[in-house]
């Protein structure tokens, strides 16, 4: 992790970001209508959650065929993953609600997906949306050794095998917060005294993390084997529901920020950024399927990225709408707008931007 924190430029001579803020609050205005969600997020919550839990219930009520358990727990995945990007991601932005303790009730929601509030708030509130794709400071650019997912990384010989594997790593992203990832970011983010609004005593960040694992591992783990089921059986499901959650969550992920033509901003020596912040999403982020109502349903308009970086605290569900003053703001300053029409076509440029990554440097 590099120690000179990046700064940003003050200096925008186009006044982009000074004419777009103006014109998507008086979209908002003129409508009248909140930034914030509305009766289609509520009913969205609803429908995750019933994919979520609902095959979870059943599970616990009914003795079933083998296939057909690992089946419900591949819904409870994609349920999982659900929840994750419609409920729990606008809570902890604050945009699901007008009203604050609704939205720490839903950003609450990680603690049943195995994460934890305070660490997912500064990992992604704090570090990505600010410093997006700037290496040693984005941590969403962080997977050990095994991947390279920048320019800057250290290039290690099996690299170059990386589109091939990699598919296969990103399905332990969520079973590696359950049992490592927690407790490897709170004990780094409380050294380094990162937060996200109110800062609260390690003690208490220590006690909640514990508790909320414990209260996870009895829904997930110990209750299921209580009510009769296989405790192997149980393990197995675990990890499918987790893999499966995984794989969605990683590859929507990497969909945004990890593609071809996107940028690695590096700071000069000064630690200055060449951009303003605002130019600078546009620099490091792209759309997917932005016209796919299934893809921008499901993801939670994460395939609306770029929106999403630079209006976070505005709902998801208004992405689609916002889109095109954003889109033809970038053009009119000649500013650049990344998209792709498909999700085929956005994990196609993924894993072809993998595998130039995974080339060794020195020969490119």
Known sequence: MNTITPTFSTKDPLKFFRTLNSRVNNYFKENNIKKTGNWKLHLKTIVMFAIFLTPYFFLLAMDMPFWVYLLLNIIIGVGMAGVGMNVMHDGNHGSYSSKSWLNKFMGG??????????????????????????HGHDEDLEAGRIMRFSKQAEWRRFHKFQH?????????LTFNWAITTDFLQMKRYLKRNLSYGEFKKPAIRWTTLIITKIIYFSIWIVLPIIMGITWWKVVLGFLVMHYTAGVILSVVFQLAHVVEDISYPEPNDAGEIENTWAIHQLFTTANFAPKNWLVNYYTGGLNHQVEHHLFPNISHIHYDKIAKIVKETAHEFELPYMEFKTMREAIASHFKHLKELGQNPQLA
């Open 109 to 134: 929601s990680i603690y049943v997906l195995a994460g934890n509030v305070y660490n997912w708030q500064v990992q992604h509130n704090v570090l990505h949306h600010t410093y997006t794709n700037i």
């Open 164 to 172: 091939y594997y990699s598919i296969f790593l990103y399905g332990l």
